[in-house]
């Protein structure tokens, strides 16, 4: 069997495999996590319940402040009265007795903030990751059940970045995007907001 020969079926078989692939072509989807992550009225609800746990840190440790400048201001008395010449000398100890007791009193208030500080916002920070993963991964879920149903191969996070700052995606051909369906159903079950003031 010489080339010649061998030509036409080459040729046949090329056919049968480019309309193999022509039928097998791959149904690929597009979506904007992002946006779903953004727009989700779970993620908003997490986002102001977390405002309101901050605020009320902020407003405890400025509590604390106010009590530390007290403070302050006590010990900047005392330090007037030590400065008084006409003082007698025990006079001048037991206020440098309360001086210093007011002083380690203030430095203990200033530490006991501090920490209080940084052990409320890293449970906070904690409960709001563990709460955004959580969504995250109710969305996740949501697109693979779409992705499933409609029967793509692919879906492709057109938001996703690389190190460098470019889009992950900088292409697709014949890409159905999935984000504006996914939003509606992700919502479907949004609280009504509250009307603005003034209807």
Not at 46 to 56: D, P, S, T
Not at 83 to 99: A, N, V, Y
């Amino acid at each position: 069997m010489n080339f010649s020969q061998l030509l036409p079926a080459a040729i046949t078989l090329l056919l049968f495999s480019l309309s193999a692939t022509a039928q097998d072509k791959l149904k690929i989807a597009t979506v904007d996590m992002q946006t779903l992550f953004k727009q989700y009225h779970r993620t908003n609800a997490a986002q102001k319940e977390v405002n309101v746990e901050r605020a009320k840190i902020q407003q405890n440790n400025n509590e604390r402040l106010e009590t530390i400048r007290a403070l302050e201001d006590e010990l900047q008395g005392l330090r007037k009265q030590l400065d008084d010449p006409s003082l007698s000398d025990k006079r001048k100890q037991e206020l440098f007795k309360g001086f210093q007791m007011k002083t380690q009193e203030g430095v203990a208030l200033d530490r006991e903030r501090r920490e209080f500080l940084q052990r409320r916002n890293t449970a906070l920070n904690e409960k709001m990751v563990q709460k955004m993963r959580g969504i995250l991964e109710e969305i996740q879920k949501l697109v693979e059940d779409r992705a499933k149903a409609d029967d793509y191969d692919y879906v492709f996070d057109k938001s996703g970045m690389s190190t460098s700052q470019v889009p992950f995606l900088l292409y697709t051909k014949d890409a159905t995007d999935i984000t504006a369906g996914l939003l509606v159903l992700l919502n479907k079950d949004a609280p009504a907001a509250p009307p603005a003031s003034g209807e």
